[in-house]
């Protein structure tokens, strides 16, 4: 495979607030010395992602969402559309990630329907996949894992640039990771599903690894083959433990 820049997103979850933004300016201010090695994003929670994108104007920090309704607009108390996130100056969408997959009981197919509508709006996804520890325990995490892929990503996508992230459910915010075999297997298995759904044109698009990335081993999962960059947790709340991790990529 074509070697293409890596991908580091820092996904805050539900932690932030205008004070956070300081972590932003650091780690802008550390970016700013040094020549781009990797693309480096944030995906604050929505209050946030305007402001953040005001303070990233001009790069080399992306800003994205967390999710977005399937729908445009209407009666959705609550929810946020893909317009909307891009009108706030988002460029990326975290999608299906496994917090919502299990918490809200979101389907592949809704995900699906969500990355249309991200794509209708000018947002480019990350759709996040992901097996359970029970699953992995069956010696499924492959099929599951396929499965969720050619069932989340839209034909619509072929031709336009998305992420997938690959995130075992076990692993996000335990400390626990799959050895680099194992995450090798699964994005192997994660690029021949995205070519099987979308054709030869998904070849470049990146595969990122997530769960309990951390400063101490970002650089042995991002060399592991077809690890196209990485979706941080935790460890994106920090400007100097995420600069670590953009400096191994
Ligand atoms: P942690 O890095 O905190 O394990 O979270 C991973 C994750 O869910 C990123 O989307």
Known sequence: MKQSVKLVAGNWKMNGLGASLGEVERLKAELAGQAATCRVALCPPAT???????LCDGGPIEVGGQDCRAEASGAYTGDIAAAMLKDAGAGLVILGHSERRQG????????LAKAEAALAAG?????????????????RAV???????????????????????????WAIGTGLTPT????E???RAVRAAMIER????AADQPILYGGSVKPDNARDILAVAEVGGALV????LKAADFLEIIRAA
């Open 48 to 54: 946030l992602v305007a402001r953040m994108a005001q």
């Open 104 to 111: 809200y009981g979101e389907t592949s197919a809704l995900v």
């Open 123 to 139: 947002l480019s996804p990350i759709v996040c996949v992901g097996e359970t520890l029970e699953e992995r325990e069956a010696g």
């Open 143 to 169: 099929e599951v894992v396929r499965g969720q892929v050619i069932q989340s990503l839209p034909l619509a996508l072929a031709g336009h640039a998305f992420a997938v992230a690959y995130e075992p459910v």
């Open 180 to 183: 680099l075999e194992q995450i």
């Open 185 to 187: 297997e699964v994005h």
């Open 198 to 201: 979308l054709g030869l044109g």
């Open 233 to 236: 947790g935790g460890a994106s």
